[in-house]
């Protein structure tokens, strides 16, 4: 999404090593038993697998299920590194980044590490379809029910006026690092208004729960899957429509975001191991709803991933079985 996106985010200092950067929180450094073999208990030739950890919830629930049948099925040692969407890419050529398990689109990435570097590899659908776009709070929606037409919002600008908005409306955003053109649209739309980060998914849930709650005007990105949506409904803002090739220029984009079929990327390193847990990586597909369930077990129900991942494992045996190599 680059749309935590996280409700369980951790604050977390950043730290540079290698050309990647880190999270200092959880995360293994740069380098840290990479090629190490899984110890203890089941088997052996798995080795130790880095998923990286984009910031959003929905990402943590597919690393969290994935993770844990790595380790109970497979015997594999299971590194999580949290790592910025874009970011996490560069990590494919040395080692430090095995999967990156939801992403949302990056076709400039893949062109560099899958297409030129060749570094990288595509896997199959993750079976998560995704949106991203504006959305208000229900009751503005039912309140002024022109709202959702971009072409109406510049006279309901005064209503989103904040305190950092200097003067304009204000579009709040998630994570500086989600995937956005929206201070492009913007600009390119003519609306007077003006991109606020919120700094997180979490801080981006709260603004929504207390609009729909108190009634405080907001406007602001977000995205689906995501649990949320099941709490507050959200209500899309109609922006132009999605056409092929209206946003190739990041700088020019006055087009709607396309839908996107979210996809696993691996290092070539990785699906030339012969790791079983290349296989559970590319098979793994489930719903919107099995992820939406997972990130609330883990954002709202607050259950550690480890414990939300077990849970959904145990509740559905038979999707977890078609994932398993040789099954």
């Not at 999967?99 to 076709?107: S, Y």
């Not at 989103?160 to 492009?184: H, M, W, Y």
């Not at 099995?290 to 849970?311: N, P, R, T």
Request: glycine share 8%; with cysteine; proline share 4%.
């Amino acid at each position: 999404m680059t749309a935590s996106r996280m409700a369980g985010l951790r604050t977390c200092a950043l730290v540079a090593g290698a050309g990647l950067l880190l999270s200092a929180c959880g995360g293994a450094k740069v380098g840290e038993n990479d090629n190490a073999q899984a110890s203890g208990g089941g088997k052996s030739d798995c080795g130790t697998v880095n998923l990286a950890i984009n910031p959003w919830v929905g990402y943590e629930a597919n690393a969290a299920v994935i993770a844990h049948v790595a380790e109970k099925e497979l015997g594999c040692k299971v590194v999580k590194k949290d790592i910025k969407e874009e970011v996490a890419w560069q990590g494919f050529a040395t080692g430090e980044v095995d999967a990156i398990v939801e992403n949302w689109g990056h076709d400039h990435l893949k062109k560099k590490y899958i297409e030129d570097q060749k570094v990288a590899v595509e896997a199959v659908p993750t079976g998560n379809k995704g949106v991203i776009g504006w959305f208000v709070p229900p009751w503005m929606a039912e309140k002024y029910p022109d709202i959702t037409d971009w072409k109406n919002l510049n006279k309901y600008a005064d209503l989103f006026r904040t305190s950092e908005s200097g003067g304009k409306g204000q579009i709040l955003d998630g994570d500086p690092s989600f995937v956005t053109n929206d201070e492009a649209l913007v600009k390119n739309l003519k609306l007077d208004y003006k991109v606020v980060y919120a700094g997180s998914e979490a801080a981006l849930i709260t603004a929504f729960r207390q609009a729909e709650k108190q009634k405080i005007p907001l406007i602001g990105y977000f995205y689906d899957p995501q649990w949320f949506m099941s709490e507050v409904k959200l209500v899309k803002v109609g922006l132009p429509e999605w056409t092929e090739g209206c946003d190739a220029d990041a700088a020019k984009v006055a087009c709607d975001y396309p839908s996107y079929e979210l996809d696993k990327i691996m290092s070539t390193k990785f699906a030339e191991s012969g790791s079983p847990a290349y296989d559970l990586v590319k098979n793994f597909t489930w719903t919107n709803d099995d992820q939406s369930l997972v990130a609330k077990y883990i954002a709202e129900d607050k259950m550690s991933a480890e414990d939300a991942g077990a849970k959904w494992v145990a509740d559905n045996p038979g999707k977890v079985k078609a994932w398993l190599p040789d099954s």
